[in-house]
């Protein structure tokens, strides 16, 4: 609680705080003393004959309003509440949370280790492991992939058959350890405007056996090993180290219609993974690598696409 740019702030807070105490006391004392005005109406009447009664309040009630009033001053004295008081107990809720964590972590860490010294490919094929995993990826990642892992609009899916940045395990962990910045320069200008732009469109849209325009297609074609090979290759099957991705397969991180892929080469795009490993820990990261892994199903399969 010691936010506060002055003293001022905290004495803003304390002392309307304790004010408002003493005054509840005063004010309810001085009631109870003037006993003399019980059994009189107050002079309010409703509905014609509804009067309203100056009577004491219970006993009972008043006593409740005392033990509030008690409650109250323990709780301030104890925990933190007055302006930059810390309270006796020294509780605060950054603490608390660290004392969760610490115990979690003794709970969980020899888990976490022991699966950290074990290769991924074993890792995966546990199914305590995968469980472990998947609670991992609905707190930490599912924000970005979606619960599903099956990724949005500039948020790769995971359960596909195509990795930006290589599918085996081993790169999955690094991907996930490091992060990941995928960068495609805008190509309006080189192109030469919006028509050079159409026509790149039209032979992404043939590399990926889609319908197109021959005829554009063809002149965009004629540009592909000038601007875009150095990065998606001659085949066009992209280049893992540094995320730029096939597009022959019609699998679209950015939309496959003929519309975005206009805008993804005429404005460019940029994808950021963040780096986890200072924020989750290396065991951590192996259990969720191992878990993503794990999702497109057959695991020997894509180990070594592309
Ligand atoms: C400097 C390297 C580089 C060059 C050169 C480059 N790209 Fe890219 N391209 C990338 C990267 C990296 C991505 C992925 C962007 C991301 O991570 O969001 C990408 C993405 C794309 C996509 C989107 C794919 C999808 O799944 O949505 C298309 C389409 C594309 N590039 C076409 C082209 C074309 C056409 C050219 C040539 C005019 C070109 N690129 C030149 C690096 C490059
Ligand atoms: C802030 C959003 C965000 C979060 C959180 C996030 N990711 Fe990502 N992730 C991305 C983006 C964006 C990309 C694509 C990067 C690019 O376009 O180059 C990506 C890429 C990846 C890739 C590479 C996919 C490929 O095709 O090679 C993997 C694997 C991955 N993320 C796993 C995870 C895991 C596991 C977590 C949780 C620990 C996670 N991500 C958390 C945004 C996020």
Same mark, same amino acid.
């Given at each position: 609680?010691?936010?506060?740019?002055?003293?001022?702030?905290?004495?803003?807070?304390?002392?309307?705080?304790?004010?408002?105490?003493?005054?509840?006391?005063?004010?309810?004392?001085?009631?109870?003393?003037?006993?003399?005005?019980?059994?009189?109406?107050?002079?309010?009447?409703?509905?014609?004959?509804?009067?309203?009664?100056?009577?004491?309040?219970?006993?009972?009630?008043?006593?409740?309003?005392?033990?509030?009033?008690?409650?109250?001053?323990?709780?301030?004295?104890?925990?933190?509440?007055?302006?930059?008081?810390?309270?006796?107990?020294?509780?605060?809720?950054?603490?608390?949370?660290?004392?969760?964590?610490?115990?979690?972590?003794?709970?969980?860490?020899?888990?976490?280790?022991?699966?950290?010294?074990?290769?991924?490919?074993?890792?995966?094929?546990?199914?305590?492991?995968?469980? #472990? /995993?998947?609670?991992?990826?609905?707190?930490? +990642?599912?924000? $970005? %992939? =979606?619960?599903? @892992?099956? &990724?949005?609009?500039?948020?790769?899916?995971?359960?596909?058959?195509?990795?930006?940045?290589?599918?085996?395990?081993?790169?999955?962990?690094?991907?996930?350890?490091?992060?990941?910045?995928?960068?495609?320069?805008?190509?309006?200008?080189?192109?030469?405007?919006?028509?050079?732009?159409?026509?790149?469109?039209?032979?992404?849209?043939?590399?990926?056996?889609?319908?197109?325009?021959?005829?554009?297609?063809? #002149? /965009?074609?004629?540009?592909?090993?000038?601007? +875009?090979?150095? $990065? %998606? =290759?001659?085949? @066009?099957? &992209?280049?893992?180290?540094?995320?730029?991705?096939?597009?022959?397969?019609?699998?679209?991180?950015?939309?496959?219609?003929?519309?975005?892929?206009?805008?993804?080469?005429?404005?460019?795009?940029?994808?950021?993974?963040?780096?986890?490993?200072?924020?989750?820990?290396?065991?951590?990261?192996?259990?969720?690598?191992?878990?993503?892994?794990?999702?497109?199903?057959?695991?020997?399969?894509?180990?070594?696409?592309?």
């Amino acid at each position: 609680m010691s936010d506060f740019v002055s003293g001022y702030w905290s004495w803003f807070i304390t002392v309307p705080t304790v004010a408002g105490i003493v005054w509840l006391l005063f004010f309810t004392r001085s009631q109870s003393k003037s006993g003399s005005t019980d059994g009189e109406t107050t002079g309010h009447v409703w509905d014609e004959d509804l009067q309203e009664y100056n009577n004491p309040l219970p006993l009972w009630w008043r006593n409740l309003f005392y033990l509030t009033i008690a409650f109250g001053v323990v709780y301030l004295a104890l925990y933190p509440g007055l302006g930059s008081f810390p309270g006796l107990l020294g509780w605060t809720s950054k603490g608390e949370y660290e004392d969760e964590v610490r115990a979690a972590d003794a709970q969980f860490g020899p888990i976490y280790a022991d699966f950290l010294q074990q290769d991924l490919e074993k890792v995966a094929a546990n199914k305590d492991a995968l469980r #472990i /995993g998947e609670r991992l990826f609905v707190n930490y +990642c599912a924000s $970005c %992939h =979606g619960s599903d @892992a099956r &990724g949005s609009r500039g948020f790769p899916n995971l359960r596909d058959t195509e990795w930006m940045y290589g599918g085996d395990p081993k790169a999955i962990e690094t991907t996930i350890l490091n992060g990941r910045q995928g960068v495609m320069p805008a190509w309006e200008i080189p192109l030469g405007g919006q028509d050079g732009v159409n026509a790149m469109a039209e032979y992404v849209l043939q590399l990926s056996g889609r319908e197109y325009d021959a005829q554009l297609a063809a #002149i /965009g074609k004629e540009k592909y090993p000038q601007l +875009c090979i150095g $990065c %998606h =290759g001659p085949e @066009a099957k &992209g280049n893992p180290a540094i995320g730029a991705p096939d597009l022959t397969n019609n699998i679209w991180l950015h939309g496959g219609s003929r519309q975005s892929i206009r805008e993804t080469i005429g404005a460019g795009r940029m994808g950021r993974m963040p780096a986890h490993k200072d924020f989750l820990g290396e065991a951590k990261v192996h259990l969720l690598a191992a878990y993503v892994a794990s999702l497109t199903g057959d695991y020997e399969t894509f180990s070594d696409e592309r």
